[in-house]
Each structure stands twice: as structure tokens, then as C-alpha cells.
């Protein structure tokens, strides 16, 4: 079993900047990609940026500029570094790793989410 903790969501005013972490441990031989999703309230949930593990970005149309998304390979951890944030990047965000476990098996886990809230 992989498992995946989050940290670093919380409150910030229009503006504002917030680093969120992933960190997976468990039964993992390597993490491919790695990517951050957002649920807003009442919408769907939508990819924010992915990383491929020779870290080739992608970034959601909305926050191209703003957020950059990174990894660390020795500690299987991916970062989102959200600046200029707006009311409108509210959401519950989520991190996705694509794992090849040990027993070589290739497995996506999700964290559980860490609520960022942007005020005007």
C-alpha cells in the first residue's frame, strides 16, 4: 500500500501565495508523474499542472503564470507553488502519483485533499 500526505493548504487573501506538498511512502519502487487536481464546490474536478518524473510540465489554461509545480524524486514528493492567487483557485486540491509499486504493478494513488480558500 502507497500512502500520500498533503500539507499546506489554508487561507489567504486575493493575491496571496501558498506552497502545497505531496509526499507518497509505502510499497513504491519509482513514482512517474505526479500532478495536482482542484474540486471547487459544485464543479468537477480538474487537473491544475502535471510533472512527468523528467519533469516535462503541464499547466491548466487558468493558472499558467501563476502556479509552478515541482518534484523531489529522493523523497517521492511533488510541490505546488500557487502566486497571485484568486478568489476563483478556491477549492479542495488533490495530488495524484503514478506508481510502479514494488511488485510491479502500476497503481495511480490520491491524497485526501487539503482545502485552499482565496478571499477578495
Known amino acids: 500500500q502507497v500512502q500520500l500526505v498533503e500539507s499546506g493548504g489554508g487561507l489567504v487573501q486575493a493575491g496571496g501565495s501558498l506552497r502545497l506538498s505531496c509526499a507518497a511512502s509505502?510499497?513504491?519502487?519509482?513514482?512517474?508523474?505526479m500532478g495536482w487536481y482542484r474540486q471547487a464546490p459544485g464543479k468537477q474536478r480538474e487537473l491544475v499542472a502535471i510533472?512527468?518524473?523528467?519533469?516535462?510540465?503541464n499547466y491548466a489554461d487558468s493558472v499558467k503564470g501563476r502556479f509552478t509545480i515541482s518534484r523531489d524524486n529522493a523523497k517521492n514528493t511533488v510541490y505546488l507553488q500557487m502566486n497571485s492567487l484568486k478568489p476563483e483557485d478556491t477549492a479542495v486540491y488533490y495530488c495524484?502519483?503514478?506508481?510502479?509499486?514494488?511488485?510491479?504493478?502500476?497503481?495511480?494513488?490520491w491524497g485526501k485533499g487539503t482545502l485552499v480558500t482565496v478571499s477578495s
Open positions: 495524484k502519483h503514478e506508481v510502479l509499486t514494488r511488485d510491479w504493478r502500476n497503481v495511480d494513488y
Open positions: 509505502g510499497n513504491i519502487f519509482r513514482v512517474n508523474a
Open positions: 510533472i512527468s518524473r523528467g519533469e516535462t510540465t
